[in-house]
Nanobody, 133 residues
Framework: QLQLVESGGGLVQSGGSLRLSCSAS????????VAWFRQAPGKEREGVSC????????CYAESVKGRFTISKDNAKNTVYLEMNSIQPEDTAVYYC??????????????????????????WGQGTQVTVSS
């Protein structure tokens, strides 16, 4: 059974950078699509970014495009989300999720271009990112 653990969250100043990690155990991420989602207090969960079985397939929500970069290290069984030019509106709990149908998961997008939560069946517990202005 695939298990995911997020790390790297914390408090960061506006304009700063942060790198989140999603480490997997129980199976290899090589055959999964992995996505990042976030949920701010009082707001709906938002798809942030996704990456397919290979790094050639990625997606980004419009709100983070050009600022966030997703990458995958199969040797470390870890997916990263590099967050640059962080803004207060990026404050949220960030979750990573995985799908055993990588082609479908990276093709299906929400209205903002990000991943769709219903395509992902494995979820981590989340890591808090707080941006101070």
């Amino acid at each position: 059974q695939l298990q995911l653990v997020e790390s790297g969250g914390g408090l960061v100043q506006s304009g700063g950078s942060l790198r989140l990690s999603c480490s997997a155990s129980g199976s290899t991420l090589e055959y999964y699509a992995v996505a990042w989602f976030r949920q701010a207090p009082g707001k709906e969960r938002e798809g942030v970014s996704c990456i397919g079985a290979t790094e050639s397939s990625t997606c980004y929500a419009e709100s983070v495009k050009g600022r966030f970069t997703i990458s995958k290290d199969n040797a470390k069984n870890t997916v990263y989300l590099e967050m640059n030019s962080i803004q207060p509106e990026d404050t949220a709990v960030y979750y990573c999720a995985a799908s055993s149908r990588p082609v479908m998961a990276t093709m299906v997008r929400d209205m903002s271009g990000g991943p769709l939560a219903t395509e992902y069946g494995y979820w981590g517990q989340g890591t808090q990112v707080t941006v101070s202005s």
